[in-house]
């Protein structure tokens, strides 16, 4: 776990993670701001104060590695009540078998606000409700060519872009030349998908090449 984040006197970023200290030329912060205000010192970067804290939703996810396809789409959304999740995605229909050694890969993602009671169930409490819900939108899915079955958790995921959204984002400047940010908080008047997110990282990527050389 990343405690804290500083310049370093001969240039460059120090971090300290789990007690240990790293060196870095530059550094790229991606985590949520209350995190940023947290870890890093206030000398790499300046903030306004929002009118109200950004609210994040979380995921739970379960991961299923499986002989055969379950889905031949790589992304399936879902708003029925008697699935509990919210998504379907087919990764290996994005990525070749011979990256995952022949086996299926498939997300089942449910994203959720920071109080609901999801959070307050085990991990085997979710992997079987989760399991019931797979077996209910594939009724013809045999559970024996499941290879394993995992679940994940993130509590802070996607920012809730609610009414007004544009009011209440902190207007984030960085201070140091090695040190930049860059979060999906940021994202306005735009969709938070993976081809949204994938595009705003290489613009960033492309203005950072193009300073760098000017450098």
Do not use: R
């Not at 002989?67 to 990764?91: R, W």
């Not at 990282?201 to 000017?214: H, I, M, P, R």
């Amino acid at each position: 776990m990343v405690q804290s984040v500083k310049p370093n006197p001969q240039g460059g970023i120090t971090v300290t993670c789990d007690n240990k200290e790293e060196h870095f030329d530059k550094v790229i912060f991606t985590s949520p701001l209350n995190v940023l205000t947290k870890v890093a010192d206030s000398s790499l970067f300046e903030s306004s104060k929002p009118k109200t804290p950004v609210e994040y939703l979380g995921v739970i996810c379960l991961v299923l590695i499986t002989k055969s396809s379950l889905t031949p789409y790589y992304v399936l959304n879902i708003a029925d009540k008697e699935i509990p999740f919210t998504g379907v995605i087919g990764m290996s229909s994005l990525v070749d078998l011979d990256q995952t050694g022949d086996e299926h890969l498939t997300y089942f993602p449910k994203y959720v606000s920071a109080n609901d009671s999801y959070w307050k169930k085990s991990d085997e409490e979710l992997k079987s409700l989760f399991l019931e819900g797979v077996s209910k939108l594939y009724p013809d899915f045999d559970t024996n060519d499941i290879v394993s079955a995992h679940l994940h958790k993130a509590f802070k995921v996607q920012p809730l872009q609610v009414l007004n959204y544009s009011e209440i984002i902190p207007d984030v400047q960085t201070k140091h030349k090695d040190f930049y940010v860059l979060n999906t908080s940021q994202f306005v008047n735009d969709t938070l998908n993976n081809n949204s997110v994938v595009n705003h990282v290489e613009k960033f990527v492309n203005e950072f090449k193009t300073e760098s050389n000017l450098q």
